[in-house]
């Protein structure tokens, strides 16, 4: 009879994950996920190798923009260094995903991107486009955060969802940035803003056509556009998160006289823009 209870009571409890599916997660090729690049073609230990080298740019572009963003961020707010950071960790786990395709490496890597995206989407958002419920920038920051980490324990149930609904996240980001600039003067600042959209596009471009388009690419032996997805989206990102960092600027330290330059040469037509303040600075936090 105790025997009985004692079973019938373990059944209602839900067992945790065996030794043996814990370590599955972790083991080469255990994600659904596989890009268009063969498998194993120039490495025995890194399945996609174009794919894992390209991933090494987040290392390039990252700590180049965290020093020349650190002026602004030291003016407006020590967080938005953050954003540079967490970058970094993005590099770190796409290089982790695409040399073992495992299913912690995909959801490490995409949960890195979307944490990438709130944290920037909560110090940046404007506030007056907070929805009416939220009174201040930190409670709309609360909000944001609490909706992603319901979002990082979803994804580990459906994590095929996750790539579809971070471009969704970046679509409206766009929306947002087109919304602010339609009445912007600054040449400059209109030129940003079509690299970066225009970055973004063929970035996503070639992350479709390799996820859809592969048996294509293959016949022509091309199997690299997710490789050059990595590149562009890095450079979008630089790009967007500096004009993001503008507008911000703008509207919440206009003494400091934002403005756009590129990084090594603000003559080449081709560099990393930064944000100069050229007013006087007052080394005051506005969150």
């Known amino acids: ?76 707010n020590l967080a ?8 970094l960790s993005s590099g770190i786990f796409s290089i982790y995903f695409h040399m073992t395709l495992s299913f912690m490496g995909q959801i490490l890597d995409e949960l890195s991107i979307l944490w990438v995206l709130a944290i920037g989407y909560s110090l940046w958002f404007p506030r007056k ?13 609360q909000l944001v955060l609490v ?27 766009i929306y947002s ?14 030129g940003l803003t079509r690299a970066s959209i225009g970055l973004w596009v063929l970035a996503i471009s070639c992350w479709i056509s390799d996820r859809f388009g592969c048996s294509f690419w293959q016949k022509l032996n091309f199997c690299y556009l997710h490789g050059i997805w990595h590149i562009l989206i890095v450079l979008a990102t630089a790009y967007a998160s500096t004009l993001i960092a503008y507008l911000d600027a703008t509207l919440e330290i206009p003494y ?17 823009p930064y944000i100069v303040l050229k007013g006087a600075t ?4 506005r969150c």
């Open 256 to 272: 400091s006289l934002p403005d756009v330059q590129y990084w090594p040469r603000d003559s080449w037509a081709i560099g990393l």
């Open 282 to 285: 007052k080394l005051r936090k």
């Open 1 to 76: 009879m105790e025997r009985a209870l004692v079973d019938t009571f373990s059944r209602g409890i839900p067992s945790l994950p065996s030794a043996d599916k814990m370590a599955n997660i972790f083991s080469y090729e255990s994600s659904d996920v596989d890009w268009c690049e063969d498998n194993y073609k120039h490495s025995e230990i890194v399945v996609e190798y174009f794919n894992t080298m390209s991933s090494f740019i987040f290392f390039l572009i990252s700590p180049i923009m965290l020093y020349l963003l650190h002026p602004y961020a030291k003016e407006r």
């Open 147 to 173: 909706m992603t980490f319901v979002t990082t324990l979803f994804s580990f149930y459906k994590p095929t969802a996750n790539a579809y609904a971070l471009n969704f996240f970046a679509i409206h980001i």
């Open 129 to 141: 486009h907070f929805p009416s419920f939220v009174t201040d920038r930190r409670s709309f920051s």
């Open 80 to 87: 938005a260094k953050v954003v540079c950071h967490l970058y």
């Open 177 to 190: 940035l087109l919304v602010e600039l339609k009445d912007c003067p600054n040449k400059r600042i209109l």
